[in-house]
């Protein structure tokens, strides 16, 4: 079988399986500095730290260790609006975002905060009127995927930030999907916050990050021992964290190499598609799009012709929308018809992907779309 699905998760590289795996086996709690091996663990962590901040251009001491980056987007959100729900109860997110940030939003509207929703074209991109006409000064926080995750788009988040500032309002990015296949700098981007995944990007799962600006103050949601300054608690996954911070260091060095890989991949799979599926949508194929990811829309398909297609490992959007059966809601806000959107099918690329990969994933699609449209 081939592996199409990179984005719901990527394979440890096997440095950072080596590394993970003598760090499980060490005793030491970065915590507990009397002794040495808890200085060593702490010299691993900070040295892990370092990697990560280096990986978008920030400083160590920004880097807040999470379980995840759905955990950093909750910590980011729920720890603005903690801090400044009362005088700005304004919070505003785009359609398309991962329901990491969608869904502690709708626990902030039941909580009287005023959630706006910002639609997105038939590209994927965010209206910038409509983003304009959302954000006021009394909005707390902008939110904006820098890469989604269903079809590759790349928002412009800059312009977000830039608008949101204007009007003194904070900005959260999730950068989950784009440490893979592109470079990221935070001062680039112009955010406050960047949440971020080690494994999307060839490291452990159950590791993330929130780069939060110098300055900036929001409340803990985790509390306990008062680690990564006071803002998440709770023993650090020094092994996770130690991989996390190798992926890192490997990314920096190979990602012109990865993007370069990732961008010939792509425009192989996607002429190849449209060759054999003249009626073939590739959704979002006029944006800005990062290389490696790619959403088909095939019309004529019966519904869970998905699961049919035992030669490919591939979803019909986010894992998270994948495991609970219902249409992609990234898909409805650039306003595809629900039928066409369970016809749907992102391939999802990575660097140990080959070229014989995606002829093979060329033929097993027009196969499976051939037989299935016949049937």
């Known amino acids: 079988m ?6 719901a998760t990527t394979p440890c590289l096997p440095e950072v399986v080596a590394v993970v795996s003598a760090w499980l086996a060490r005793p030491g709690n970065p915590s507990a500095r009397n002794h040495l091996p808890g200085r060593e663990a702490l010299g691993a962590l900070d040295a892990a730290r370092a990697e990560v901040a280096a990986l978008i251009g920030a400083r160590p001491e920004e880097i807040i260790f999470t379980s995840g980056a759905t955990e950093a987007c909750n910590l980011a959100i729920l720890g603005v609006a903690e801090r400044l729900l009362t005088s700005k109860p304004g919070f505003v997110a785009l359609a398309s975002e991962h329901h990491a940030v969608l869904a502690p939003h709708q626990r902030l509207g039941a909580a009287a905060a005023e959630v706006r929703l910002v639609p997105i074209d038939s590209q994927g991109l965010a209206v910038l009127e409509a983003l304009d006409a959302a954000v006021d000064t009394r909005t707390a926080l902008v939110s904006s995927m820098l890469v989604n995750n269903e079809t590759g788009v790349i928002q412009d988040v800059p312009t977000i930030a830039r608008l949101a500032h204007a009007r003194g309002a904070l900005v959260l990015c999730d950068a989950t999907q784009a440490t893979a296949r592109m470079r990221v700098d935070v001062a680039a981007l112009g955010a406050d916050f960047v949440a971020l995944s ?3 990007a060839y490291g452990p799962p159950g590791v993330g990050a929130l780069w939060v600006r110098r300055g900036l103050a929001i409340e803990p949601q985790i509390h306990g021992g008062g680690q990564e300054r006071g803002l998440r608690s709770g023993t650090h996954n020094l092994p996770g964290i130690i991989g996390f ?9 190979a990602m012109d190499a990865r993007i370069a890989h990732l961008t010939v991949l792509t425009a192989r ?17 006029r944006a800005p799009r990062a290389p490696g990811t790619s959403m088909f829309t ?29 249409p992609s809601h990234v898909l409805a806000a650039m306003g595809v018809a629900a039928s066409d959107a369970g016809n749907s099918v992102r391939i999802s690329l990575g660097a140990p992907s080959t070229a014989a990969d995606v002829d093979a994933i060329i033929a097993a699609l027009t196969a499976g779309a051939q037989r299935l449209r016949s049937s």
Do not use: F, M, T
């Not at 911070?245 to 060095?253: D, H, K, W």
């Open 298 to 326: 095939i019309p004529g398909l019966p519904r869970g012709w998905l699961a049919q297609l035992s030669d490919v490992a591939a979803s019909g959007g986010s894992s998270c929308a994948s495991a609970s059966g219902l």
């Open 198 to 200: 080690a494994h999307k």
């Open 2 to 7: 081939i592996y199409a699905d990179y984005n």
């Open 269 to 285: 799979l996607e002429a190849g598609i449209r060759a054999q599926i003249p009626d073939v949508v590739v959704q979002g194929d």
């Open 245 to 253: 911070g190798v992926a890192a260091r490997i990314a920096r060095s």
